[in-house]
């Protein structure tokens, strides 16, 4: 089969290649891609910025039909259509195993990076990661489940917003995007912050109902905070640029006692005025990726058109168009990305 393959560790090194159809083990299943996004973590793994094991294929956000289960499958049989997601393995016995939060097992290894993932025409991956997608939800809905599932998980799941919230997002990519909408559904009232390249997704994020969007090259964003918040700042900020100079803001801009929640993840360690934490009496929330509940949500809200995720989707290219994808996908001339191994 044809497949995208990070073939050494380092800048670049990224070839369309053959590549050996994979094999269900006995309790994966083999799907068909139907559609795989292209997500910021690529992004990190291409300029060699994430750990990856080469030569392996890239894509983590994927949905497809089935067609083999391994022996041990019970709950899916060839035809299903699935959306999957990571960690593909774990150990299954730490406490966080046991617990139900596989993304905090220190033994995870996932598709997309450490072993083989979704921007091929086929991939295997664990029934268990494996969620049926219900007939009104599309393929293309489905192939942003992951970064809803992100979303889902960082408001309803790591904090708290209530109706009458005042929250701030910096960072309008996809899960910015997709966080304000999440907020939203939960009655706040949400700004969202981002900078001169982010002129399409800022516009994205208003035609999608943020109340306020902020491109803080023209405005101060922390002005507009005060503005609406009689000067106290925002009770919830999500944190999803995974830049320094955002996180600076956000510091700024929560109110005191308030809540503030890194989703973004910065290229290693930085420099940030961490007396903030202490001298507002912030909580600071980490989120990282999703637990199951945060899956059942997004399967639910996509099924019952509370989430369009299609709207975010600018891009649909075949997978030998790999390099406009991620060229797009970092110079702010698309919004989401998703690569359609069936596309000619
Ligand atoms: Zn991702
Ligand atoms: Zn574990």
Redesign the pocket.
């Given at each position: 089969m044809k497949a995208i393959v990070k073939t050494k560790e380092g800048q670049g090194f990224v070839e369309f290649k053959d590549w050996p159809e994979p094999v269900p083990e006995p309790d994966e299943v083999k799907l068909k891609v139907s559609h795989a996004?292209v997500?910021?973590?690529?992004i990190h793994i291409i300029k060699g910025e994430w750990p990856c094991r080469p030569p392996v294929v890239l894509g983590?956000?994927f949905c497809g039909t089935a067609v083999e289960v391994g022996a041990q499958v019970r709950s899916f049989k060839p035809g299903d259509r699935i959306v999957a997601s990571n960690p593909a393995r774990t150990c299954g016995n730490c406490l966080n195993c046991r617990a139900g939060n596989p993304f905090m097992c220190s033994r995870r290894i996932s598709a997309?990076y450490m072993i083989d993932g979704a921007f091929a025409e086929y991939i295997s991956i664990r029934a268990e990661r494996c969620h049926r997608l219900p007939d009104n939800v599309s393929f293309r809905q489905a192939s942003l489940g992951?970064?809803l599932s992100?979303a889902v998980h960082a408001v309803m799941e790591r904090s708290t917003v209530h109706a009458g919230d005042l929250v701030l997002v910096s960072g309008p990519g996809c899960?910015g995007i997709l966080t304000m909408l999440v907020a939203k559904m939960e009655g706040a009232k949400v700004l969202v912050v981002g900078t001169a390249k982010d002129q399409l997704r800022l516009a994205c994020a208003k035609s999608l109902g943020a109340d306020v969007v902020v491109d803080a090259s023209k405005e101060d964003p922390l002005e507009i905070v005060r503005q609406q918040s009689q000067g106290e700042g925002a009770d919830v900020v999500y944190e999803c640029a995974g830049v320094v100079p955002s996180l600076d803001k956000c510091w700024e801009a929560v109110r005191r006692g308030g809540t503030l929640v890194p989703v973004g993840i910065y290229p290693g360690k930085i420099d940030t005025d961490f007396n903030k934490v202490t001298m507002k009496e912030l909580q600071v929330s980490g989120s990282f990726g999703y637990v199951w509940t945060s899956w059942q949500r997004c399967i639910r809200l996509l099924s019952d058109g509370k989430v369009k995720t299609e709207a975010l989707i600018s891009h649909e290219l075949p997978l030998d168009r790999f390099e406009d994808a991620f060229r797009w996908s970092q110079d702010g001339s698309a919004i989401k990305v998703v690569l359609n191994p069936m596309m000619a």
């Open positions: 996004g997500c910021g973590t690529d983590h956000e997309g992951e970064p992100v899960v």
